[in-house]
């Protein structure tokens, strides 16, 4: 239904930054909700942010004001820019849409590991 493309993971020191970005196409469907989440070695995937089609934000605890999450809904693009990021911010993180379609429709995109290491 769609297909994501992530980039700009890679490998930071603590203390550093990061700018996530993930580009929808091939879909005739709004975008509705667009959200990151990550998965750790060993655990869960929880989400990292969300960012409805109105531009309202919403974050997991741990990254309350150290990420950002924005999108660009002519370019059908979100980004997650990742300040001050912590050893602990390690993951993969994957890209996540909500689609019009009528029953709701979804998609993930592939992932993109960030390493935070000294």
């Known amino acids: 239904q769609v297909q994501l493309v992530e980039s700009g993971g890679g490998l930071v020191q603590p203390g550093g930054s990061l700018r996530l970005s993930c580009t929808a196409s091939g879909s005739p469907f709004l975008i509705l909700d667009m959200s990151w989440y990550r998965q750790a070695p060993g655990k869960q995937r929880e989400l990292v942010a969300t960012?409805?089609?109105?531009?309202?934000?919403n974050y997991a605890d741990s990254v309350k004001g150290r990420f950002t999450i924005s999108r660009d809904n002519g370019k059908n693009t979100m980004y997650l820019q990742m300040n001050s990021l912590k050893p602990e911010d390690t993951a993969v993180y994957y890209c996540?849409?909500?689609?019009?379609?009528?029953?709701?429709?979804?998609?993930w995109g592939q992932g993109t590991q960030v390493t935070v290491s000294s």
């Open positions: 960012i409805t089609s109105g531009g309202n934000t």
């Open positions: 996540h849409v909500i689609l019009s379609s009528r029953p709701r429709g979804e998609g």
